[in-house]
């Protein structure tokens, strides 16, 4: 962590003459901080935690009514924006709606499969919780719906303790109640203000985590546009390959030409789009344009009677009423809260994430906390609605952005549609081959290989890469849940790291400049005869003084091995630059006292410079005997440090 020590060495050797310091200098004295009780500190201190934002602050200085108002605009956004609505506005949203329905349509049928769940819950998914959303999200571009990785990971750790197709009701019961304990943990950290949370998702950790559920669930789609019957249920990409290689009597050579016809078609589609975004409809048509010509190719040549699969009927009618289904006790009482917690921490970094992408390009702003509420209620109230979990989904959302969707009425649009679809139009979907939906599958997920991103992660940090391979090679390998384990571990891991071991650096100053910087950094700094500053660049608390200790005694150790052995140690002074420590524990300023005994025993002072508000004031309470926040020992500046103690006889 700390610069090199071969350079460092040369950097001692570059000495500036004691005279080029001997400048008048006003010399500031080093101030406490005003007096503030626990309680106020305190109320300080979970305000800027969970409060960053102040949402509160809005309702200042307004009347009774008026903050009424407020309130319930904060609640519902919709009153916010809904009252200055136009029939400009509703065309816009109008054909935006339709255009993620066509892509909504056929994902939720794909999507439920992937879950492992019946095709008809996708729909459902589709219907009920866009609605909720409209009324309490806070993003004008987010669509809503069911996503591919949430599928996945909902559908493979139920699988492990309940066979969907052995006891289907069963593992439809454990998914809604599923859903519903995810939808409690995201609005319980937007109610909380918990969001920091999902912080420790890094951005290295998504972008690998994604990557390799991407290609899970490509692979999981070769039991569709292959054909087979008998296919694994695990995960792990040993198994899928063993599964598709052993099982090669199952291949169906109609079903691999439909589903490879299909899959190119769908891939050209988004390949339009991604060259030209104004044809952006050609990749959200293209899906269900699929399922069409599909379905009427299976019925006109009864496909169904040469190896290729279909849906088969699905019931026709609006959502019914789950609550009845949820279950709160039992033996899977851990697995669904298990489950909830992974699947509602994914969808939410998700959403959350699709918001802010958007709200960037146009400029407006997304609560994340609103967020989390919104998608929260929206699962919590899916979940009594024949839902599964749902959030912003990013191909959708892009669809809606490139569509011009100027507010969520969209998604009231896209609700209707797809009421309309369960109404009406369920029996045309009875001859739509699974290998379709296979092809729809992989063609949403190829986006989530994000290989110029990872190429720019490897080029910054190389650890940040590290983290990305193992939430990569844990999701391929091992499984979905536990490679993101491993890469928060990781991650988490890098951030101990960061705080036990903070980095320390010797400063120099800069020629010509009463500037002082890293002597490592910059090869023109000099070191002062007689003075060692050392600059510590992090907090300083329990968890890393005794490093701190050892590595500052050993600076001063290097520092010693550059004089001739004979001669008494040129060392008077040890400055420590604290403009970066912006806190400090009992167990930081002990450590204070200890270097300045150990550094009068060698004939040097401790000199302390520029100590930030807290470190000061602990500084000014634990200094009982008046010697460590001595005035001749305390300075605003390295600078003034060096005026006034190169001044002293």
Known sequence: MES???????????????????????????????????LQKLKTRLKETFFPDDPLRRFKGQSSKKKWIL?????????????????????????????????????????????????????????????????????RDVAVGPVSIASLILGSMLSQEVSPTKDPILFL??????????????????FLRLGFIIDFLSKATLIGFMAGAAIIVSLQQLKSLLGIVHFTKQMGLVPVLSSVFHETNEWSWQTILMGVCFLVLLLAARHVSMRKPKL??????????????????????????????????????????SWNMLHFRGSHLALVIKTGLVTGIISLTEGIAVGRTFAALKNYQVDGNKEMMAIGLMNMVGS?????VTTGAFS??????????????????????????????????????????????VTAVVGLIDLPTAYQIWKIDKFDFLVMLCAFFGVIFISVQNGLAIAVGVSIFKVLLQVTRPKTVMLGKIPGADIYRDVNQYKEALRIPGFLILSIESPINFANTTYLNERILRWVAEYEE????????????LILELSAVSAIDTSGVTLFRDLRKVME??????????????????????????RLAKPDTLFLSVGEALATLSSKP
Request: net charge neutral.
């Open 4 to 38: 090199n020590n071969g350079a460092n060495n040369n950097n001692f050797n570059h000495m500036q003459p004691p005279h080029c310091v001997e400048i008048p200098m006003e010399v500031h004295k080093v101030e406490a901080p005003p007096h503030k009780s626990t």
């Open 71 to 139: 309130g319930a605009q904060y609640i519902f956004p919709i009153l916010e924006w809904g009252p200055n609505y136009s029939f400009k506005l509703l065309k816009s949203d109008f054909v935006s709606g339709l255009t993620i329905a066509s892509l909504a349509i056929p994902q939720g049928i794909s999507y439920a499969k992937l879950a492992s769940l019946p095709p008809i819950v996708g729909l459902y998914s589709s219907f009920v919780p866009p609605l909720v959303y409209a009324v309490l999200g806070s993003s």
């Open 173 to 190: 019961q454990l998914a809604f109640t599923t859903t519903f304990f995810a939808g409690l943990f995201q609005a319980s950290l937007g």
């Open 280 to 321: 952006f409809w050609v990749s959200a048509g293209a899906p269900l344009a699929s399922v069409i010509v599909s379905t009427l190719l299976v019925f006109i040549f009864k496909a169904q009677n040469h190896g290729i699969s279909i849906i088969g009927k699905l019931p026709e009618g609006l959502n019914p009423p």
């Open 384 to 388: 009594s609605t024949s839902c599964y």
């Open 396 to 441: 959708r959302s892009a669809v809606n952005h490139n569509a011009g969707a100027k507010t969520a009425v969209s998604n009231i649009v896209m609700s209707v549609t797809v009421m309309v679809t369960l109404l009406f139009l369920m029996p045309l979907f009875r001859y739509t081959p699974n290998v379709v939906l296979g092809a729809i599958i």
């Open 562 to 573: 550059q004089d001739d052995a004979k001669k008494p140690s040129s060392l008077h002074y």
């Open 601 to 626: 025993t060698k004939g040097v002072e401790l000199v302390l410079v520029n100590p930030l508000g807290e470190v000061m004031e602990k500084l000014l309470r634990s200094d009982s005997d008046g």
